[in-house]
């Protein structure tokens, strides 16, 4: 069992930047960050495993890295030149098992087994 804790999410305005924190209550290899906006299905944003492999949705790269202190069980998202349709409550997730990141897989929800609550962002001038 893994309890996740998302922090750091607020509103900015566009052009501006954020850093969203996950807290893990233990270790976990994968883990990864997803959003979903009011309406929307919760989609895949960024992924690592555990040894600093990633993945990202085409609409954040090059704006958004993710980041893991494995030391810490803690999981970043530093968000840089945010938009308007940046706008969701943002998840992180993880999961005990390896190498999905590593096949690109990672944006994808059913490789995940535990969720946090979910923390809000919201871009707007």
């Known amino acids: 069992q893994v309890h996740l804790v998302e922090s750091g999410g607020g509103s900015v305005q566009p052009g501006g930047s954020l850093t969203l924190s996950c807290a893990a209550s233990r270790y976990a290899y994968s883990m990864g960050w997803f959003r979903q906006a009011p309406g929307k299905e919760r989609e895949g944003v960024a992924a690592i495993d555990n040894n600093g492999r990633t993945n990202y949705a085409d609409s954040v790269k090059g704006r958004f890295t993710a980041s893991r202190d494995n030391g810490e069980n803690t999981l970043y998202l530093q968000m840089n030149s945010l938009k308007a349709e940046d706008t969701a409550m943002y998840y992180c997730?993880?999961?005990?098992?390896?190498?999905?990141?590593?096949?690109?897989?990672?944006?994808?929800?059913?490789?995940?087994?535990?969720w946090g609550q979910g923390t809000q962002v919201t871009v707007s001038s």
């Open positions: 997730a993880a999961a005990f098992s390896s190498n999905f990141i590593r096949d690109g897989l990672g944006l994808l929800k059913d490789k995940y087994n535990y």
